[in-house]
């Protein structure tokens, strides 16, 4: 679809000569003569370089938020793009909603998506595990939130192709550097906000507005914000929305309008307790960890805001699946075989609720192996082992996504405080010395990686699968590379 716009339509404020944009680009590699080339520094990287680049392949105006750097100042580079691909593709999926957070986003979007089908027959979920339609994988994005080129063409095929909703991850990033810009969600949810991403976001406060950014700009005039009652990081997002006369669903264990509480567990899950309106019913989840009765709530949120009835809701929830990777039970032959779980935890946080979630359903010994990313956040080295230390019985230190840090350095930084536990170079090495030290009634952890199947070691992308590695092994076809 060939669509030209004005700059002067992208940047309102702009006063110099007005050009025609044709196609506004963000990877210098990609740029075709006379394209618009934006940067943020927030991206990282060698700015000059990328311009230079740009201009070399025939960008006919580079535009970014760096003095000096470029024709055109501007404090979101990436807005631009937003606005263009949302003027290039104006015709979406009817019915958008968006769950923001440090933690369960994933989860939350999984099951909107399923919740969904009693209101229409297509529906999807878009994020890190990329695009799903009715539980069928579709494209890999390579981001939360893809970059605005790609996330308008999903939103635009997936209306071609009668999808009726679709539940977006909405990250801190996306919403800082503006990437979803030109979207209006009916419905948004939040699930919690712990320490994460500040090496970007620079302290707690500024990553909190981000997020909140979701609620307060780009809800519909008459959208839901559906936010959790006991998490005091959401009171004054609540009060400023309830002030202003916006549409507010609160959830939560207790004392709000939507309450979803656990109250015992199951061998394959939890039994818990919804009340909303008139109804109060205890139902079965078939879903590990106290954690995921707040995803369920998260989500039981939106789609009632939505519309959907509560009964019905109710009578789907003993067969919602959970999503691959996150706190999923990998099958044994053995019956005599630990239980092994993999999840995506990769942040302190997350890493101390799936122990904690665990801790109850293990008879034995709780083991668990981790790693931390390179050209990350440096202060979840400290956090995520000081939490294996608290809460694991036994710790396997092992390599994430080293990317350009030497994985030795990392997993030495991881080490130094929790010095009880193993330290293991080679991802599956690890996995495979804590599954076979484990024994029946133990519990093993495997986090980090989830439903992910590559490792970034420099600039290359391994295959590694941490689900068909314990897959394997509890199979014995695995010799675990000894």
């Known amino acids: 679809m060939n669509m030209q716009v004005t700059l002067k339509e ?7 000569k007005d050009v025609l944009v044709s196609d506004v680009v963000s990877d210098s590699r990609l740029v075709k003569t006379g394209d618009l080339f934006v940067f943020d520094k927030g991206i990282g990287g060698d700015a000059e370089k990328f311009v230079s680049d740009a201009r070399a392949k025939g960008a006919g ?26 003027k290039k593709f104006p015709k979406i999926v009817e019915t958008l909603t968006a769950v923001t957070g440090t933690n369960g986003k994933t989860s939350v979007s999984w099951f909107v998506m399923q919740m969904m089908g009693i209101l229409s027959k297509k529906n999807a979920c878009l994020g890190t595990m990329g695009l799903f339609t009715n539980g069928e994988k579709g494209v890999e994005t390579g981001y939360t939130s893809p970059m605005p080129n790609q996330l308008m063409k999903i939103l635009s095929d997936l209306r071609d192709e009668k999808v009726s909703s679709v539940c977006l991850e909405a990250s801190s990033h996306a919403l800082a550097l503006r990437r979803l810009s030109g979207i209006q969600f009916k419905v948004a949810a939040f699930t919690n906000l712990t320490p994460e991403h500040l090496d970007f976001h620079g302290d707690m406060e500024h990553y909190a507005v981000e997020k909140f950014r979701l609620f307060v700009e780009m809800l519909t005039e008459d959208g839901v914000a559906v936010l959790p009652v006991n998490k005091p990081e959401v009171f004054p997002l609540l009060a400023g929305l309830k002030a202003s006369g916006r549409k507010v669903l609160t959830y939560g264990p207790d ?3 939507l309450v979803v509480r656990q109250v015992s567990l ?3 899950g939890q039994v818990v307790l919804i009340k909303y309106a008139d109804v109060q019913e205890e139902i079965e989840l078939p879903l590990i960890g106290s954690f995921q009765a707040e995803n369920i709530a998260a989500a039981l949120g939106v789609v009632i805001a939505l519309g959907a009835d509560i009964k019905r809701l109710i009578k789907m929830l003993p067969s919602i699946q959970a999503v691959p990777g996150r706190m999923q039970v990998i ?13 995506y935890a990769h942040s302190t946080d997350a890493l101390e609720k799936a122990l904690q979630a665990l801790r109850p359903h293990v008879k034995g010994k709780l083991y668990v192996v981790f790693g931390c990313g ?39 930084e991881v080490h130094k405080h929790h010095a009880q536990a193993h330290n293991i170079a080679g991802r599956e090495e690890a ?5 076979k030290s484990a024994n029946f009634g133990d519990v093993v952890l495997v986090a980090g990686k989830g439903h992910e199947t590559g490792q970034i070691i420099g600039d290359q992308v391994l295959p590694m699968n941490d689900i068909k590695i314990c897959t394997d092994i509890l199979g014995e076809a695995s010799s675990c590379g000894h």
């Open 431 to 435: 996995i495979c010395a804590a599954i």
């Open 10 to 16: 992208l940047l309102p404020d702009y006063n110099g």
């Open 331 to 343: 099958p044994a032959q053995s019956k005599n075989a630990a239980t092994v779980v993999v999840d």
């Open 266 to 268: 199951t061998e394959a």
């Open 374 to 412: 390179g050209n990350r956040d440096t202060s979840k080295r400290e956090g995520m082992a000081l939490a294996a230390k608290k809460y694991a019985d036994v710790a396997y230190i092992t390599d994430d996504n080293p990317r350009d840090e030497n994985p030795e350095f990392i997993r030495s």
């Open 61 to 86: 105006l580079v535009v970014t938020n760096i003095a000096g750097v470029g024709d055109v100042q501007d404090p979101f580079p990436l807005e631009l793009m937003a606005k263009f691909y949302a």
């Open 255 to 257: 004392s709000a309008e």
